[in-house]
């Protein structure tokens, strides 16, 4: 059924599974395992690749002339969307919202904002004291009624087209999985379309590994809602029994002061990865992902045998953006 859905070759796959020695060593284990969606290719890499793979060929089959898709600043997604619509001659028009209380003009312009730019994104900011839904809701209604075939991607690219993307890299998980036998995977959640993805993918496989989602916005309640939805939706897509709500795991311990809003732990575990393994995250998801994946540890969520896969979504073209903080 999954090869049913257009999908176009944006990206690096598989992507790598490495053992994270050093730090799993320095932690007193489990034993730490990375999949490198950090290294997909397309614009430095990153979890929207995966997800836009499904949804350019959706904007693509719609005829549309205009991709607007949305995010905050520092967006990740927004960066990726960017060149994929370069890449396949689509017009992209990028809105942003002022998620982070008082950044420096640094967050406002380097970073992701620099390479929306780079691809030729059109960008709208939304000014602070606006309703964001409002205002982009004015904007792609004004651009259709002005006669635009205008294809809206959701922040994050989480609808249960972009949520393919990640039924698939399950896939690529349970492929290799003889050779580790991985006990959790745990990644960064926000818009939720990657938790949504690898849980549709559980039961479209047949799989029993848990997913574990690190809140990077919402609280537990929200998140759960959120993943739950989109998984159920993905289910039904695929034509696979739907999943049961106790099966979306999150935990909102490690969002820190706020969504996009630095941490001491993410700015502890960003240092550790830099440090003991070259290996970079992000300000805004992994930074806190991992984080969070240390708290677990620290409150023996894991034995010591445990073999713990993390997704790294990806994310450190925003480190530029946030030098400030490290
Ligand atoms: C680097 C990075 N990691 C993780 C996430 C979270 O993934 P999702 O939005 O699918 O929950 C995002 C989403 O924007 C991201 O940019």
Redesign the pocket.
Known sequence: MLEKFERIKLGHFPTPIEHLKNISKYLGGPNIFIKRD?CTGLATG???TR?LEFLIPDAIKNKAELVVTV?AVQ???ARQTAAACTLMGLKCLIILEQRVKDPPEIYMNSGNVFLNKLYGADIKLCPKNENFLEYYEKIVEGLKSKGTNVYFIP????NSI?ALG?VECLNEIIKENNKYNFSHII???????????LLAGRKYFNCNIPVI?IC?RYDKATQINK?YTEAKKTCEKLQCKVLDKSEVVVFDEYIGPGYGEPSEDMIEATNLLAKKEGILL?P???GK?FAGLIGLIKNKKFTKNDNVLFIH???AASLFAYEWVF
């Open positions: 950090d990153g979890n929207k997800k995010g967006s990740n997604h922040g994050g690219g989480s972009g990640y990644h960064a959640t926000g818009s939720a379309g990657t938790q949504a993805g989602g990077i993943v992000d805004v998801y992994s992902g979504t990806g994310g």
